[in-house]
């Protein structure tokens, strides 16, 4: 079943401004992943965010994690036109074996206006 | 950083014919890869995780033997899509990850099917 659940499922921003995505989840997690996807292209790795972390920094990337309400916040500060993608939450559960299964969430399409 | 590179970024098929997709880590060993599917506007669904030297682990609903995959390396895996069908048009994402927990996770490029 899916996971994580990003809203909104679009935004289009202004360069300059600030973007928030969102992203819930249902169960116990290890830790939680942002992606960023550009059209037709493999995913980024933006930033990891452990289940004791509570917040996280890079670069203009702010990433929040509230394990009690299991949600947590991808904000892009002064967006540029080149932030443009797709960006997916993941979230890291155990799957067994030592392993640990990522399961996406479908996603936020950001478009940054120039 | 770690490199992952799959092969082809493209192909067209014609219905009945097996196409290859090659994923390769280029600097870092990974005895595990993952194959996702991914349709359009839509999120990556896990197909499939492909183990060096043992079976492939399948998700729930999807054929083993029309996805087969081999990862004879610590460094390539691929997956065999056999007797495509249009249906099986898609966008094919490989990921691997340097570290035992998967996380995170490096992508190729991924390979746009189309099958006509």
């Known amino acids: 079943s899916q996971q994580g659940e990003e809203d909104p499922q679009a935004l289009s921003i202004q360069e300059g401004e600030n973007a928030t995505m969102n992203c819930s989840y249902k169960?116990?997690?290890?830790?939680l992943q942002w992606y960023r996807q550009n059209s037709g292209r493999g995913l980024v790795h933006l930033i990891l965010?452990?289940?004791?972390?509570r917040e996280k920094h890079s670069g203009r990337l702010r990433v929040t994690l509230d394990t009690s309400k299991k949600s947590s916040s991808l904000l892009i500060t002064a967006s540029r036109a080149a932030d443009t993608a797709s960006y997916f939450c993941?979230?890291?559960?155990?799957?067994?074996?030592?392993?640990?299964?990522?399961?996406f969430g479908k996603g936020t399409k950001l478009s940054v206006i120039p | 950083g770690a490199v992952v590179s799959q092969h082809p970024s493209r192909v067209i098929c014609k219905s009945g014919t097996s196409v290859k997709i090659e994923c390769r880590s280029l600097d870092f060993q990974a005895t595990t890869m993952f194959w996702y599917r991914q349709f359009p506007k839509q999120s990556l669904m896990l197909m499939a995780t492909?183990?060096?030297?043992?079976?492939?682990?399948?998700e729930q609903g999807v054929e083993k033997d029309k996805f087969l995959i081999n990862h004879a390396s610590l460094t390539l895996s691929t997956l065999t899509v056999t007797s495509a069908h249009p249906e099986d048009s898609s966008f094919y994402i490989c990921?691997?990850?340097?570290?035992?927990?998967?996380?995170?996770?490096?992508f190729g490029n991924g390979t746009r099917l189309t099958v006509t």
């Open positions: 492909s183990n060096e030297g043992s079976k492939a682990t399948y």
């Open positions: 993941a979230t890291a559960a155990y799957s067994g074996a030592g392993s640990y299964q990522l399961t």
């Open positions: 990921s691997a990850s340097q570290t035992p927990n998967n996380s995170p996770l490096h």
């Open positions: 965010i452990r289940s004791n972390e």
């Open positions: 169960t116990s997690i290890n830790n």
